[in-house]
T-cell receptor
Framework: DAGVIQSPRHEVTEMGQEVTLRCKPISGHNSLFWYRQTMMRGLELLIY????????DSGMPEDRFSAKMPNASFSTLKIQPSEPRDSAVYFC?????????????FGPGTRLLVL | RKEVEQDPGPFNVPEGATVAFNCTYS??????FFWYRQDCRKEPKLLMSVYSSGNEDGRFTAQLNRASQYISLLIRDSKLSDSATYLCVVSLSGGYNKLIFGAGTRLAVHP
């Protein structure tokens, strides 16, 4: 079975450019999470969707970041305009529901470098 | 103070050794507890959940002490393939399974 799919796997862009990261959750999972991982701050939750609805976006750094989930099989995380400090690995994860003890399955991540 | 604190390591141990990782969490409302494993340049994967009574999965044993807000992971008979970063993770009660990750403890098992 396919796991969580993310694209692109690597992205190099210049400061000021728009960046769009994509995620396809595991089929049947109704909870989707976007995380960011850096050496300085570790792994942080950016936003959580349940049944395609954003439930918690308190981790979104600022207005430059936006996320959408137009349907159960697709989500995007957009950064506009991008800045060098956005360089990180962005992970998407999904689970069957958002309940406690639910295993979250992570995608392979997108490595973003903003020059 | 960080919500979840771990010794960053690295722990360098020979094959066959027993190694223990510790973790403390600051929020007494934490409800669920996990250890995730992350290989170099890979995604985190659930290693095991940590239950109040303690639990074991093969060579891995996890313990939880709610009173001390302390979680541990014991790895017996270390293998080269155990080399990875081990992330201590907690989830707060209520709402949804919002995972709070520790910075991770790096383990390097050598021949």
């Amino acid at each position: 079975d396919a796991g969580v799919i993310q694209s692109p796997r690597h992205e190099v862009t210049e400061m000021g450019q728009e960046v769009t990261l994509r995620c396809k959750p595991i089929s049947g999972h109704n909870s989707l999470f976007w995380y960011r991982q850096t050496m300085m701050r570790g792994l942080e939750l950016l936003i959580y969707f349940n049944n395609n609805v954003p439930i918690d976006d308190s981790g979104m750094p600022e207005d430059r970041f936006s996320a959408k989930m137009p349907n159960a099989s697709f989500s995007t995380l957009k950064i506009q305009p991008s800045e060098p400090r956005d360089s990180a690995v962005y992970f998407c994860a999904s689970s069957t529901s958002g309940g406690n003890w639910e295993t979250q399955y992570f995608g392979p991540g997108t490595r973003l470098l903003v020059l | 103070r960080k919500e979840v604190e771990q010794d960053p390591g690295p722990f360098n141990v020979p094959e066959g050794a027993t190694v223990a990782f510790n973790c403390t969490y600051s929020n007494s409302a934490s409800q669920s507890f996990f250890w995730y494993r992350q290989d170099c340049r890979k995604e985190p994967k659930l290693l095991m959940s940590v239950y109040s009574s303690g639990n074991e999965d093969g060579r891995f044993t996890a313990q939880l002490n709610r009173a001390s807000q302390y979680i541990s992971l014991l790895i017996r008979d270390s293998k080269l393939s155990d080399s990875a970063t081990y992330l201590c993770v907690v989830s707060l009660s209520g709402g949804y399974n919002k995972l709070i990750f520790g910075a991770g403890t790096r383990l390097a098992v050598h021949p």
